[in-house]
């Protein structure tokens, strides 16, 4: 009988070059799902990314710290226990100017790729 569900004990671990932490716990790199990603990431204090304009939908759930958006012109910070959505299409750059981490989770719809993310680096 096959089982209805999958439990994830070994996330894919994104290799990155500015210290963030990034599991992907279901997606493309994971289990080859294309639909979502769930990743669970930890910024250090003083990350940032360059803006982007994703071509998916973006969930974010701050677990510690607080996060920094800037989405369309608009700044917005995040703390522990609050979330947020971003529709797909949106110009937006996270980042962490605090002085602690900050620990999230990722939610992509379709799942996150880079060639789906257009970073204005």
Not at 66 to 87: N, R
């Amino acid at each position: 009988m096959n089982k209805k569900y999958s439990i994830q004990k070994l996330p894919f671990v994104v290799p990155t070059t500015d210290g963030k932490i990034i599991k992907e716990h279901f997606g493309l790199a994971t289990d080859g799902n294309s639909n979502i990603s769930i990743a669970h990431m930890t910024a250090p204090a003083g990350w940032s990314e360059p803006f982007q304009t994703p071509e998916f939908e973006e969930y974010t759930f701050i677990i510690k710290g607080k996060k920094q958006f800037i989405i369309e012109g608009e700044t917005l910070v995040l703390e522990a226990g609050q979330s947020i959505k971003i529709e797909k299409n949106t110009r937006v750059q996270y980042s962490n100017p605090f002085t602690e981490p900050c620990e999230y989770i990722a939610i992509c719809t379709p799942a996150f790729s880079m060639d789906l993310v257009n970073r204005e680096d």
